[in-house]
């Protein structure tokens, strides 16, 4: 049986992309070389980045001269959601600025906004259009990825945030050899914002706003508890047993009213119970809108927002900071492949450009640092991300248990990328509901 490969070590081997997608920006006569079920593997920053491969021949191929590229851009909310989508859509906008390309794109697509329209008939019109690559940025976009896939096995695609491209993911589909996937290892942007909210809290209370339950909200969830409770103890000198860490979910990436609970009334709800820090979860910017309002009268309250590197402009002086998801690399790395007649359907887990955090040529995921930060906690998180970035701190490093009490990883282990992808229970020490 393989063993499987320790989380620290997944993280070295799924690390940024965008730089050897510069070096081919550079170069077009570059030739790539990928085995299927290999780790095609090249070294920068001191991090090794690799992809799984779903297709089965070996390839060796010389990229040819770029034809004028146009591509399909399907995004789950408003594109001006300063937010989730926001973030998708000035990566396709970088694309079409690198590449001369032409994208198509549609917002809103959800069972709320576009009841009526399956993505699968999205990629059929988009096609037709004349698209030769699709980006659909939404994990809800399962099914019809997958349908859309297997309908135009000849268009590459790309499901942001999806699993079937990874052998070791358990919805594999090898079958699908044109469908790939793309997501930032956002993990560490939301231990550094709850680094961030556990060296500001004064009451010792910190929020987490929910959006929908699934694994990969799960697994950001205790990595911003994870990274709170490593700066409260470690870096403040406090117990544990004092810092209150709670999540509430609103049923949904963002407000659907009548449909999910009010991101604005949770929001409230959390100040009004002693909480002064809330990190969002969510794709909009309810959170910080609310902790500005309050405090404007008066209330000592912060926010953490998400997602979009100007989240932060909301309500700039209560603001510690936002994590943000940077497309800009991978999608032009995935255009070019197309372009080039490379493409291979991987999956991406794309982690931050350690050496330039807030470089959008080369960083997958970044952090800028808000007004609301102090300078002494700001100088304490820069250590922090210091120590993340050389593997000094590992939080996913055990004794960890699960709310439930069971054991999520023994003392001395380190959880796999399996593991941490696959979050099935929050940690103890959350409050909220796991399921």
């Not at 070096?23 to 992809?51: F, L, M, R």
């Not at 390839?59 to 004028?68: I, K, L, V």
């Not at 997958?146 to 499901?159: E, N, R, S, Y």
């Not at 409260?232 to 999910?260: H, K, R, Y």
């Amino acid at each position: 049986m393989r063993k499987p490969t320790p989380w620290r070590s997944l993280l070295l081997l799924f690390a940024v992309l965008a730089l050897v997608a510069a070096a081919c920006s550079s170069d077009s006569d570059d030739t790539t070389t990928t085995t299927a079920g290999e780790a095609a593997t090249t070294t920068t920053a001191g991090e090794a980045a690799t992809t799984t491969t779903a297709g089965e021949a070996a390839t060796t191929t010389t990229a040819a001269a770029a034809e004028p590229l146009t591509f399909g851009m399907i995004l789950v909310g408003p594109e001006n959601d300063r937010g989730w989508s926001q973030a998708h859509l000035e990566g396709g906008q970088y694309v079409e600025e690198m590449l001369g390309a032409t994208m198509i794109k549609i917002d809103s697509v959800n069972p709320a906004d576009r009841p009526e329209t399956t993505v699968e008939q999205i990629v059929d019109d988009m096609v037709a259009q004349g698209a030769q690559l699709i980006f659909m940025t939404s994990d809800d976009m399962k099914d019809g990825a997958f349908a859309a896939a297997a309908a135009h096995p000849d268009v590459p695609m790309i499901w942001s945030s999806g699993d079937n491209a990874w052998i070791d993911g358990e919805d594999y589909r090898p079958e699908l050899a044109n469908l790939g996937n793309s997501m930032g290892q956002m993990e560490f942007g939301k231990m550094i914002a709850g680094c961030s909210a556990a060296l500001t809290t004064q009451t010792g209370k910190i929020a987490y706003l929910g959006p929908l339950i699934n694994d990969e909200t799960r697994r950001l969830v205790n990595s911003a508890y994870l990274g709170a409770k490593y700066c409260w103890e470690t870096v403040l000198g406090n117990d544990s047993a004092d810092l209150g860490f709670e999540v509430n979910w609103i049923g949904f990436w963002f407000n659907i009213p009548g449909v999910t609970l009010d991101p604005t009334e949770v929001t409230n709800a959390f100040f009004d119970g002693g909480v002064d820090v809330v990190i969002s979860g969510i794709d909009t910017t309810e959170g910080l809108v609310v902790a500005g309002q309050r405090a404007a009268a008066g209330e000592a309250v912060w926010s953490v927002p998400y997602d979009f590197e100007g989240a932060c402009d909301e309500a700039p002086e209560i603001c510690l900071g936002v994590p943000y998801f940077n497309w800009r690399p991978d999608y032009l790395r995935i255009a070019k492949s197309v372009q080039g007649g490379t493409f291979q359907a991987e999956f991406n887990w794309n982690g931050p450009d350690w050496s330039d955090i807030n470089n959008l040529d080369t960083t997958a995921i970044g952090w800028i640092t808000g007004d609301g930060l102090s300078g002494d906690a700001s100088t304490a998180l820069d250590a922090f991300i210091a120590g993340l970035a050389d593997g000094s701190i590992d939080l996913y490093t055990g004794p960890l248990n699960f709310q439930d009490g069971s054991e999520s990883l023994a003392a001395g282990d380190t959880a796999t990328g399996v593991e941490v992808w696959y979050t099935k229970q929050l940690l103890e020490g959350i409050e909220g509901a796991s399921s």
